[in-house]
């Protein structure tokens, strides 16, 4: 029964994770596909650029309430560690390809977010005072992302003195910058132009 409900909360998490909150605002607000435009991500922070600054504010705040359902949802269901563990997972990669729109998504950092509100509260609100500095240096959410997320596995190991909570931190942060790898010249050429 408890793989039967942990697999229910796997899927769960990627049916939530995968709702597309930027492509519908956008779709709604200015008849325009989110991914074919700016930097054809499908997250807040090109919602911001592309329609809105309410709008992207909106999308950053559904994005990371799924990751905060996810997790929370799968713990409703009484399931073991590594099945919560899973759903969040599930979430980002429903995020990332949403079966709703073609398998074509985001990155996942906000619903990221979302995941460690439900699982670390405290370090990943900590996480958050660095990243609105380097934000708003920046005016960049990726390179702010880039730049700051390598200290949550760091925060949680001080906050939650858990290895698996550490590791489970530290393997989705790598996630994010192996998937995000072409764009690192981006970030490069970013700070580059702030210390000219």
């Known amino acids: 029964m408890n793989i039967l409900l942990g697999m229910a909360a796997v899927i769960i998490g990627y049916l939530v994770g995968g709702f597309p909150t930027a492509y519908i605002v956008a779709r709604l607000r200015k008849g325009i596909d989110i991914r074919e435009v700016g930097v054809r991500n499908m997250g807040a922070g090109n919602t911001i650029k592309e329609v809105g600054k309410l709008e992207g504010a909106l999308v950053s705040i559904v994005d990371i309430g799924k990751g905060t359902a996810a997790i929370y949802i799968a713990l409703a269901l009484g399931v073991d560690l590594p099945w ?14 949403p079966v709703y729109i073609g398998f ?31 934000l708003y240096l920046t005016k960049d959410t990726f390179a702010s992302i880039f730049v700051v997320s390598p200290v949550l596995p760091f925060l949680v190991w001080i906050f939650e003195s858990s290895l698996v909570l550490t590791g489970y931190a530290l393997l989705v942060i790598l996630y994010v910058m192996f998937r995000n790898k072409h764009r690192l010249n981006e970030v490069k050429a970013l700070f580059v132009r702030s210390r000219g």
Do not use: D, K
């Open 104 to 134: 074509r998504g985001g990155q996942g950092a906000a619903t990221i977010i979302g995941i460690f509100f439900a699982l670390a509260p405290e370090s990943m609100g900590l996480c958050l005072i660095p990243l609105a500095i380097v």
């Open 84 to 97: 919560v563990l899973g759903a969040g997972v599930a979430a980002i990669l429903g995020h990332n390809y």
